[in-house]
Protein backbone atom coordinates (compact mmCIF):
# COMPACT_ATOMS: atom_id res chain seq x y z
CA UNK A 1 0.00 0.00 0.00
CA UNK A 2 1.53 3.34 -0.81
CA UNK A 3 1.77 5.61 2.20
CA UNK A 4 0.96 9.35 2.30
CA UNK A 5 3.87 11.91 3.60
CA UNK A 6 1.97 15.72 3.89
CA UNK A 7 4.14 17.90 1.77
CA UNK A 8 5.27 21.50 3.46
CA UNK A 9 5.63 24.85 2.22
CA UNK A 10 2.59 24.72 0.33
CA UNK A 11 0.59 28.48 -0.05
CA UNK A 12 -2.91 28.00 0.95
CA UNK A 13 -5.70 30.21 -0.71
CA UNK A 14 -7.06 32.49 1.17
CA UNK A 15 -10.67 30.89 2.92
CA UNK A 16 -14.27 31.30 2.80
CA UNK A 17 -15.93 32.96 5.50
CA UNK A 18 -19.49 31.43 6.42
CA UNK A 19 -21.81 34.03 5.08
CA UNK A 20 -19.65 33.69 1.48
CA UNK A 21 -20.03 29.79 1.98
CA UNK A 22 -23.99 29.86 3.14
CA UNK A 23 -24.72 32.81 -0.23
CA UNK A 24 -22.90 29.61 -2.60
CA UNK A 25 -25.50 27.12 -1.17
CA UNK A 26 -28.05 29.65 -2.29
CA UNK A 27 -27.21 29.91 -5.14
CA UNK A 28 -26.49 26.45 -5.71
CA UNK A 29 -29.93 25.24 -4.15
CA UNK A 30 -31.88 27.33 -6.49
CA UNK A 31 -29.73 26.02 -10.09
CA UNK A 32 -30.92 22.38 -8.61
CA UNK A 33 -34.08 23.35 -7.98
CA UNK A 34 -34.40 24.97 -11.50
CA UNK A 35 -32.35 22.03 -12.83
CA UNK A 36 -34.82 19.33 -11.48
CA UNK A 37 -38.48 21.18 -12.97
CA UNK A 38 -36.77 19.72 -16.26
CA UNK A 39 -34.64 16.37 -15.50
CA UNK A 40 -35.89 13.44 -13.49
CA UNK A 41 -33.83 11.73 -11.07
CA UNK A 42 -29.71 11.33 -12.59
CA UNK A 43 -28.61 12.91 -9.51
CA UNK A 44 -25.04 12.23 -10.59
CA UNK A 45 -25.30 13.88 -13.57
CA UNK A 46 -26.65 17.10 -12.06
CA UNK A 47 -23.79 16.46 -9.86
CA UNK A 48 -21.30 16.43 -12.81
CA UNK A 49 -22.75 19.19 -14.54
CA UNK A 50 -22.32 21.28 -11.68
CA UNK A 51 -19.10 20.09 -10.90
CA UNK A 52 -18.18 21.35 -14.27
CA UNK A 53 -19.80 24.58 -14.66
CA UNK A 54 -18.14 25.63 -11.17
CA UNK A 55 -14.51 24.72 -12.09
CA UNK A 56 -14.70 25.62 -16.03
CA UNK A 57 -14.07 22.22 -16.66
CA UNK A 58 -15.00 19.96 -19.76
CA UNK A 59 -17.55 16.93 -19.23
CA UNK A 60 -17.68 14.28 -21.67
CA UNK A 61 -20.98 11.95 -21.18
CA UNK A 62 -21.36 8.08 -22.39
CA UNK A 63 -24.69 6.45 -22.44
CA UNK A 64 -27.27 5.01 -25.09
CA UNK A 65 -29.60 7.34 -26.78
CA UNK A 66 -32.48 8.87 -25.15
CA UNK A 67 -31.00 9.15 -20.98
CA UNK A 68 -31.32 13.43 -21.29
CA UNK A 69 -28.02 14.16 -22.51
CA UNK A 70 -29.05 17.14 -24.39
CA UNK A 71 -32.03 18.10 -21.99
CA UNK A 72 -29.63 18.39 -19.07
CA UNK A 73 -27.73 20.10 -20.60
CA UNK A 74 -30.10 22.78 -22.21
CA UNK A 75 -31.83 22.86 -18.03
CA UNK A 76 -28.48 23.95 -17.10
CA UNK A 77 -27.65 26.97 -19.65
CA UNK A 78 -31.15 28.15 -18.51
CA UNK A 79 -30.88 27.95 -14.75
CA UNK A 80 -27.84 30.37 -15.59
CA UNK A 81 -29.16 32.65 -18.33
CA UNK A 82 -26.04 31.21 -20.28
CA UNK A 83 -25.90 31.28 -24.07
CA UNK A 84 -26.79 27.31 -25.50
CA UNK A 85 -25.46 26.36 -28.44
CA UNK A 86 -25.90 22.00 -29.42
CA UNK A 87 -23.67 21.15 -32.44
CA UNK A 88 -24.69 17.46 -33.99
CA UNK A 89 -21.34 16.10 -35.19
CA UNK A 90 -21.21 14.16 -38.16
CA UNK A 91 -18.50 13.00 -40.69
CA UNK A 92 -18.95 15.49 -42.66
CA UNK A 93 -18.63 18.54 -39.77
CA UNK A 94 -15.88 20.86 -40.81
CA UNK A 95 -13.83 22.91 -38.26
CA UNK A 96 -14.95 26.31 -39.39
CA UNK A 97 -18.16 24.51 -39.02
CA UNK A 98 -17.78 24.74 -35.43
CA UNK A 99 -14.48 27.85 -34.71
CA UNK A 100 -16.50 29.74 -37.08
CA UNK A 101 -14.86 31.61 -40.81
CA UNK A 102 -14.57 34.49 -42.29
CA UNK A 103 -17.11 35.56 -45.24
CA UNK A 104 -16.41 37.84 -48.15
CA UNK A 105 -18.55 40.78 -48.38
CA UNK A 106 -19.35 42.26 -51.95
CA UNK A 107 -20.45 45.97 -50.14
CA UNK A 108 -17.71 46.38 -48.38
CA UNK A 109 -15.00 44.72 -50.48
CA UNK A 110 -13.79 43.10 -47.23
CA UNK A 111 -13.55 39.69 -45.84
CA UNK A 112 -16.24 39.70 -42.50
CA UNK A 113 -15.35 36.97 -39.13
CA UNK A 114 -18.16 35.34 -38.63
CA UNK A 115 -18.17 33.37 -35.42
CA UNK A 116 -19.18 29.57 -34.92
CA UNK A 117 -21.31 27.93 -32.26
CA UNK A 118 -18.88 27.14 -29.85
CA UNK A 119 -18.89 31.44 -28.83
CA UNK A 120 -21.17 30.13 -26.17
CA UNK A 121 -20.97 29.93 -22.47
CA UNK A 122 -22.04 26.32 -22.85
CA UNK A 123 -21.71 24.12 -25.75
CA UNK A 124 -23.29 20.41 -26.36
CA UNK A 125 -20.94 18.38 -28.79
CA UNK A 126 -23.40 15.93 -29.59
CA UNK A 127 -22.31 12.80 -30.76
CA UNK A 128 -18.48 13.79 -30.44
CA UNK A 129 -17.07 10.66 -32.19
CA UNK A 130 -18.92 10.59 -35.32
CA UNK A 131 -16.85 13.93 -36.24
CA UNK A 132 -13.28 13.33 -38.36
CA UNK A 133 -10.15 13.77 -36.22
CA UNK A 134 -9.84 17.24 -38.00
CA UNK A 135 -12.39 18.55 -36.38
CA UNK A 136 -11.45 17.20 -33.15
CA UNK A 137 -8.60 18.64 -32.84
CA UNK A 138 -10.21 21.83 -33.99
CA UNK A 139 -11.94 21.59 -30.21
CA UNK A 140 -8.60 21.42 -28.85
CA UNK A 141 -7.41 24.87 -28.95
CA UNK A 142 -11.00 26.18 -27.99
CA UNK A 143 -11.26 23.80 -24.42
CA UNK A 144 -7.45 24.44 -23.79
CA UNK A 145 -6.77 27.89 -25.09
CA UNK A 146 -10.46 29.10 -24.11
CA UNK A 147 -10.05 31.28 -27.97
CA UNK A 148 -10.53 30.51 -31.82
CA UNK A 149 -8.46 31.60 -34.27
CA UNK A 150 -10.28 32.86 -37.28
CA UNK A 151 -7.63 34.28 -40.66
CA UNK A 152 -5.15 34.57 -38.18
CA UNK A 153 -6.93 36.64 -35.32
CA UNK A 154 -7.44 34.72 -32.01
CA UNK A 155 -11.15 35.52 -30.70
CA UNK A 156 -11.63 34.61 -26.97
CA UNK A 157 -14.65 32.95 -25.53
CA UNK A 158 -17.19 34.30 -23.39
CA UNK A 159 -16.91 33.35 -19.25
CA UNK A 160 -17.89 31.08 -18.04
CA UNK A 161 -17.30 28.58 -20.71
CA UNK A 162 -18.09 24.44 -20.49
CA UNK A 163 -17.81 21.92 -22.84
CA UNK A 164 -20.39 18.75 -22.63
CA UNK A 165 -20.05 16.34 -25.30
CA UNK A 166 -21.63 12.82 -25.51
CA UNK A 167 -21.11 9.85 -26.87
CA UNK A 168 -22.66 6.73 -27.89
CA UNK A 169 -21.30 3.40 -27.03
CA UNK A 170 -23.36 0.81 -28.62
CA UNK A 171 -23.18 2.27 -32.34
CA UNK A 172 -19.58 2.01 -33.66
CA UNK A 173 -19.93 2.12 -37.40
CA UNK A 174 -19.13 6.25 -39.13
CA UNK A 175 -17.34 7.38 -35.73
CA UNK A 176 -13.65 7.66 -35.18
CA UNK A 177 -12.00 7.38 -31.77
CA UNK A 178 -11.65 9.98 -29.55
CA UNK A 179 -7.56 10.78 -29.00
CA UNK A 180 -6.35 9.87 -25.89
CA UNK A 181 -4.80 13.57 -25.88
CA UNK A 182 -8.12 14.91 -26.33
CA UNK A 183 -10.12 12.43 -23.85
CA UNK A 184 -7.09 13.62 -21.31
CA UNK A 185 -8.64 17.53 -22.13
CA UNK A 186 -12.00 16.96 -20.15
CA UNK A 187 -12.17 16.94 -16.52
CA UNK A 188 -15.19 14.32 -16.18
CA UNK A 189 -16.14 11.70 -18.03
CA UNK A 190 -19.68 10.22 -16.86
CA UNK A 191 -21.46 7.23 -17.55
CA UNK A 192 -25.16 7.06 -17.54
CA UNK A 193 -27.58 4.46 -16.59
CA UNK A 194 -31.04 4.09 -17.46
CA UNK A 195 -33.97 5.69 -15.20
CA UNK A 196 -35.82 3.18 -12.51
CA UNK A 197 -39.76 2.68 -13.72
CA UNK A 198 -40.72 5.14 -11.03
CA UNK A 199 -38.48 8.16 -12.55
CA UNK A 200 -39.78 6.83 -16.38
CA UNK A 201 -43.29 7.18 -15.40
CA UNK A 202 -42.80 10.69 -14.24
CA UNK A 203 -40.88 11.92 -17.38
CA UNK A 204 -44.00 10.67 -18.94
CA UNK A 205 -46.12 12.56 -17.06
CA UNK A 206 -43.99 15.70 -16.82
CA UNK A 207 -44.77 15.15 -21.15
CA UNK A 208 -48.32 14.67 -20.79
CA UNK A 209 -48.50 18.14 -18.74
CA UNK A 210 -46.36 20.09 -20.82
CA UNK A 211 -43.42 20.54 -18.12
CA UNK A 212 -40.90 20.48 -21.16
CA UNK A 213 -42.60 22.88 -23.42
CA UNK A 214 -40.60 26.19 -24.57
CA UNK A 215 -43.28 27.78 -23.17
CA UNK A 216 -43.15 26.83 -19.67
CA UNK A 217 -39.17 27.45 -19.47
CA UNK A 218 -38.55 28.63 -16.08
CA UNK A 219 -36.98 31.85 -14.47
CA UNK A 220 -33.44 31.79 -14.16
CA UNK A 221 -31.85 30.92 -10.81
CA UNK A 222 -28.63 32.64 -10.95
CA UNK A 223 -26.55 34.91 -13.19
CA UNK A 224 -23.39 34.03 -15.15
CA UNK A 225 -22.07 37.07 -12.96
CA UNK A 226 -22.68 35.02 -10.03
CA UNK A 227 -21.32 32.12 -11.19
CA UNK A 228 -18.18 33.36 -12.03
CA UNK A 229 -18.01 34.75 -8.56
CA UNK A 230 -18.94 31.25 -6.83
CA UNK A 231 -16.17 29.92 -9.49
CA UNK A 232 -13.54 31.91 -7.83
CA UNK A 233 -15.37 30.87 -4.15
CA UNK A 234 -14.58 27.36 -5.20
CA UNK A 235 -10.60 28.19 -5.72
CA UNK A 236 -10.66 29.19 -2.18
CA UNK A 237 -11.67 25.76 -0.84
CA UNK A 238 -9.06 24.48 1.40
CA UNK A 239 -7.09 21.54 0.24
CA UNK A 240 -4.65 19.87 3.11
CA UNK A 241 -1.59 18.74 2.05
CA UNK A 242 -2.21 15.57 3.37
CA UNK A 243 -4.96 15.05 0.78
CA UNK A 244 -3.09 17.16 -2.14
CA UNK A 245 -0.42 13.96 -1.53
CA UNK A 246 -3.10 11.24 -1.65
CA UNK A 247 -4.40 12.84 -4.74
CA UNK A 248 -0.95 12.51 -6.35
CA UNK A 249 -0.60 8.99 -5.28
CA UNK A 250 -3.74 7.38 -6.85
CA UNK A 251 -2.24 8.89 -10.28
CA UNK A 252 1.47 7.54 -9.17
CA UNK A 253 -0.62 4.31 -8.39
CA UNK A 254 -2.00 3.96 -12.41
CA UNK A 255 1.93 4.85 -13.65
CA UNK A 256 3.43 2.06 -11.57
CA UNK A 257 0.57 -0.59 -11.28
CA UNK A 258 2.88 -3.85 -11.16
CA UNK A 259 4.73 -2.03 -7.51
CA UNK A 260 0.89 -2.02 -5.92
CA UNK A 261 -1.70 -3.96 -7.77
CA UNK A 262 -1.93 -7.80 -7.81
CA UNK A 263 -0.40 -8.99 -11.63
CA UNK A 264 -3.26 -9.77 -13.31
CA UNK A 265 -4.64 -6.24 -12.84
CA UNK A 266 -1.65 -4.66 -13.40
CA UNK A 267 -0.63 -6.65 -16.18
CA UNK A 268 -4.00 -4.51 -17.91
CA UNK A 269 -3.07 -1.09 -17.96
CA UNK A 270 -1.07 -0.36 -20.76
CA UNK A 271 -1.21 4.05 -20.03
CA UNK A 272 -1.55 5.53 -16.49
CA UNK A 273 -3.11 8.62 -15.82
CA UNK A 274 -1.44 11.84 -16.58
CA UNK A 275 -0.57 14.86 -14.10
CA UNK A 276 -4.13 16.27 -15.74
CA UNK A 277 -5.57 13.93 -13.50
CA UNK A 278 -4.42 14.80 -9.71
CA UNK A 279 -4.98 18.55 -11.13
CA UNK A 280 -8.73 17.64 -11.79
CA UNK A 281 -8.86 15.85 -8.58
CA UNK A 282 -8.15 18.98 -6.84
CA UNK A 283 -10.43 21.12 -8.74
CA UNK A 284 -13.38 18.92 -8.71
CA UNK A 285 -13.25 18.17 -5.30
CA UNK A 286 -13.08 21.83 -4.52
CA UNK A 287 -16.42 22.59 -6.20
CA UNK A 288 -17.64 18.94 -4.83
CA UNK A 289 -17.30 20.16 -1.33
CA UNK A 290 -18.75 23.69 -1.87
CA UNK A 291 -21.24 21.95 -3.14
CA UNK A 292 -21.80 19.54 -0.11
CA UNK A 293 -21.95 22.90 1.92
CA UNK A 294 -17.71 22.49 3.06
CA UNK A 295 -14.94 25.33 2.94
CA UNK A 296 -12.20 22.32 3.01
CA UNK A 297 -12.17 18.81 0.73
CA UNK A 298 -12.39 15.92 2.40
CA UNK A 299 -10.61 12.53 1.54
CA UNK A 300 -14.12 11.00 0.98
CA UNK A 301 -14.84 14.14 -1.86
CA UNK A 302 -11.79 12.07 -3.80
CA UNK A 303 -12.61 8.92 -3.84
CA UNK A 304 -16.17 9.85 -4.93
CA UNK A 305 -14.89 11.13 -7.98
CA UNK A 306 -12.37 9.00 -9.00
CA UNK A 307 -14.47 7.12 -11.42
CA UNK A 308 -15.69 10.20 -13.56
CA UNK A 309 -11.73 11.00 -13.15
CA UNK A 310 -9.78 8.53 -14.17
CA UNK A 311 -12.16 6.09 -16.16
CA UNK A 312 -10.95 7.92 -19.33
CA UNK A 313 -7.48 8.54 -18.16
CA UNK A 314 -6.58 4.81 -17.56
CA UNK A 315 -5.83 3.02 -21.06
CA UNK A 316 -6.07 -0.56 -20.94
CA UNK A 317 -4.56 -2.96 -23.20
CA UNK A 318 -6.05 -5.74 -25.36
CA UNK A 319 -5.94 -8.22 -22.62
CA UNK A 320 -8.84 -6.35 -21.05
CA UNK A 321 -11.14 -5.90 -23.55
CA UNK A 322 -10.68 -10.23 -24.00
CA UNK A 323 -11.30 -10.69 -20.62
CA UNK A 324 -14.16 -7.77 -19.86
CA UNK A 325 -12.69 -6.14 -17.34
CA UNK A 326 -14.18 -2.80 -16.94
CA UNK A 327 -11.54 -0.34 -15.99
CA UNK A 328 -13.69 0.85 -12.84
CA UNK A 329 -12.37 -2.65 -11.29
CA UNK A 330 -8.92 -1.17 -12.00
CA UNK A 331 -10.04 2.21 -10.39
CA UNK A 332 -11.33 0.45 -7.20
CA UNK A 333 -8.11 -1.58 -6.74
CA UNK A 334 -6.04 1.55 -6.80
CA UNK A 335 -8.33 3.28 -4.28
CA UNK A 336 -7.70 0.02 -2.16
CA UNK A 337 -3.96 0.63 -2.85
CA UNK A 338 -3.16 3.97 -1.50
CA UNK A 339 -3.84 4.73 2.18
CA UNK A 340 -6.53 7.00 3.30
CA UNK A 341 -5.03 10.58 4.46
Not at 262 to 270: C, D, F, G, K, S
Not at 309 to 328: K, M, N, Q, S
Amino acid sequence: MLQNTAATGTDAPDGIDAQDLARAQQLVGSIIRSFETKVVGQSRLQETLLIGLLTGGHVLLESVPGLAKTTAAQALADSVSADFRRIQCTPDLLPSDIAGTQIFDAAKGTFVTQLGPVHANIVLLDEINRSSAKTQSAMLEAMQERQTSIGGESYALPEPFLVLATQNPIEQEGTYRLPEAQMDRFMLKDVLDYPSPAEEAEVIRRIDAGVFSTAQKPPAAASLDAIVQVQELVRRVYVDPAIIQYIVGLAYVTRHASQYLEPRLANLIEFGASPRASIAFSQAARALALLSGRDHVIPEDVKKLAHRILRHRIVLGFDAVVEGTPVETIIDAVLMSVQTP
